[in-house]
């Protein structure tokens, strides 16, 4: 289980999207990145091609390191930190460190 999943609101704590809250669409554990709706977004050059019949400059969403984000607290909108916990029923669940909230 990882401490931050697709779904999760988060804020960018540092680069030039701090402070922007937003939605994580997409987690790649190996990398240790995801990309966050809405932030570092990047201006690139695409070729029209077959697939995209279109071309021109594009702007796209790029990964950020998981370092970056911090998950919001659901309880009082805060960034947290994400722990775990194993509840009576067997099962382990995300908490939030600051308020010891289910995430």
Do not use: W
């Not at 400059?57 to 390191?65: A, D, G, V």
């Amino acid at each position: 289980m990882a401490k931050i999943i697709k779904g999760d609101r988060v804020v960018v704590l540092s680069g030039k999207d701090r402070g922007y809250r937003g939605t994580v669409s997409a987690v790649f554990p190996s990398k240790g990145t995801c990309i966050v709706d809405g932030a570092n977004i990047v201006k690139k050059h695409q070729v029209a091609t077959s697939e995209v019949m279109q071309g021109g400059i594009i702007e796209q969403n790029m990964p950020l390191p998981l370092s970056r984000v911090a998950v919001i607290s659901p309880k009082d909108d805060k960034p947290t930190r994400v722990g775990f916990r194993v509840e009576d029923d067997g099962s382990k669940v995300r908490i939030c460190k600051r308020t010891g909230a289910t995430l």
